[in-house]
């Protein structure tokens, strides 16, 4: 069973800095992938940043520039560095782990989300 538990939202002001944090448990493959996604009301939910064991990163082009995404494997932690918020950032945040098995392709593990609110 994996695990993973996030910490971090909240309420920031516009061109404020938050960080979020996500740790994962359990029995998780050496190869994988961690990254974040995020939800915005009345939309999909939608890729923010990702980055895997060996450390290629994706990130979306809206938040190129202002999210930095890394992450500890020792630890089994990723984290979302958050600087230059907007109000367009406002949505739930979900920590994602994953990695391909030989039979059952992709497998996905998900966290609870956390809200992140950009508002004056």
């Known amino acids: 069973q994996v695990q993973l538990v996030e910490s971090g939202g909240g309420l920031v002001q516009p061109g404020g800095s938050l960080r979020l944090s996500c740790a994962a448990s359990g029995s998780i493959s050496t190869n994988n992938v961690m990254g974040w996604y995020r939800q915005a009301p009345g939309k999909e939910r939608e890729l923010v940043a990702t980055?895997?064991?060996?450390?290629?990163?994706n990130s979306a082009d809206a938040v190129k520039g202002r999210f930095t995404i890394s992450r500890d494997s020792a630890k089994n932690t990723v984290y979302l560095q958050m600087n230059s918020l907007k109000p367009e950032d406002t949505a739930v945040y979900y920590c994602n782990l994953a990695w391909s098995t030989l039979y059952r392709g992709r497998v996905d593990f998900w966290g609870q989300g956390t809200q992140v609110t950009v508002s004056s």
């Open positions: 980055m895997t064991s060996v450390g290629s990163t």
